[in-house]
Each structure stands twice: as structure tokens, then as C-alpha cells.
């Protein structure tokens, strides 16, 4: 079941976001990141063709039978923007990720997240966009995450930088609510769990992974469970 996007939701998530006591990581040893999920609307169906390369994206890596890579048959009502990362980055190439970055000197969270969203996929939203925060999110690869929720007011139209994004997808918010997410795993590298996010045809790992998981919990559900402890996949710690 798709969700609407209408302002009843808007108005529910802007509440859920500030009735929760947010999680702040304070580690001078780490630098400082903002990522924006943009809340928008969609068609079912119009995601059924991926696209992004994905033979080349996917470059030898190990799929689980029944995935391919691909970001398809995710549309439909209420959504969040997706990115799949330019292969030539030289952090973090070719993964999936919320559209974000570094926060320059002298900038705000929310400043960094909209000037982000602006340079990698052209869309310009003002302050009044954002509804809320969700809890920071160290990584292994050494940032704070902290993550904007901001509402589009419609369908936006994303243009991707092409030196960063490769696509942006449309991912309706009832697919972070599927019976087969979210997924944990255990490592020999950690004692902490590996949280998978399965969307379309793919998994979404932390960070990414961590943070559409509060979406999921706090902006739909109404659930204040950490995630700062969940752990990301080895290949991500660099």
C-alpha cells in the first residue's frame, strides 16, 4: 500500500520529529557530515526502467539470488530521493546514498543539507523545508551523520550533477515498511549488527541504511529506537 503525500502526513512526521529526545554524537575526532532526505510525491510504476548502468555498477559484486542491483518498481505515493553515486568518486563510488556531503566552516547542518541537495541534484529549498532532525550517525570512515528531513511540496524535478550522481530514484516510503525489512546480520569484524535495508532489487546499508531506518521508525511508526549502534558492512569502513 502506497502512502499519500498530503499534508496530514507532512504535519504527522514535522510532530513525530519534534516530540523525539534526538541522539547527538560528540566526537572531535571525527568530521562533520549532513545528508537531506527529501520527502516527495510519485506515480506507481514510473521506476520500472533503471536509469543508471547497473552491469558496470555492479562490477563482479556478489548479489543475493533474486537481486540484480536494480532500482526498480519502487515508485508510487509519498517518497524520499535515492542517489546512486557517480563510479569514478573517490570516496564511497557507486553506492547508494541520501543526497549530503561535508559541512563547510562556518555552516549550519541545515545549511550544508540544502546547499548538498542543490549542487548534487539542482533542487533549491529554503529553511522552510526542513521538518525536523533525525539522530547523528557516526561512521567507520570517520564523519558524524546527521540527517535533515525536508518536505518537497510536490514532485521537484531532480537534475544529478554527473561528476557526483548517477540517477536519483523515487523510493515510495511503504517500501522501507516491506515484511522482509529491516535485516540484521552479525560479522566477525564487530560485535554490533549489520542492518540491510532491502529496496527494489538491492540492500541499502548504513549509513544510508541506518538513517531510512528512523525514517521508517520515527517518521512513520512513531518509534524512538537508536540506531547509532547498528554497523555498517566492512567494504564501507574505508
Partial sequence: MTISYDDALRDR????????????VIDPTKRRAAVAVVLVDSDPGEDRVDPAPVDEWIDGRPMEPGLDGRMVGV???????????AMRLRAHAA????????ID?????????LRELDEELGIALGEE???????DYPTRSGYVITPVVLWGGGRLDPRPAPA??????????????????????TIPESPRPVVQIPLGHDLIHAPT??????????CLE???????????????WR
Fill in 222 to 236: 512513531g518509534r524512538h529506537d537508536p540506531v547509532d549502534q547498528l554497523e555498517q558492512p566492512v567494504f564501507a
Fill in 129 to 135: 523545508a526542513v521538518l525536523g532532525l533525525l539522530d
Fill in 75 to 85: 515508485s508510487g505515493g509519498a517518497a524520499f530521493l535515492l542517489c546512486r553515486r
Fill in 209 to 218: 541504511g541506518a538513517v531510512l531506518l528512523q525514517v521508517r521508525w520515527w
Fill in 13 to 24: 512526521i514535522r510532530e513525530r520529529l519534534a516530540e523525539h529526545p534526538r541522539r547527538e
Fill in 95 to 102: 553506492q547508494w546514498a541520501l543526497p549530503g556531503g561535508r
Fill in 105 to 113: 566552516e562556518g555552516e549550519t547542518v541545515v545549511d550544508a543539507a
Fill in 164 to 185: 557526483e550522481v548517477v540517477a536519483a530514484y523515487r523510493v515510495g516510503l511503504h517500501e522501507l515498511q516491506r515484511e522482509d525489512s529491516p535485516r540484521f546480520l
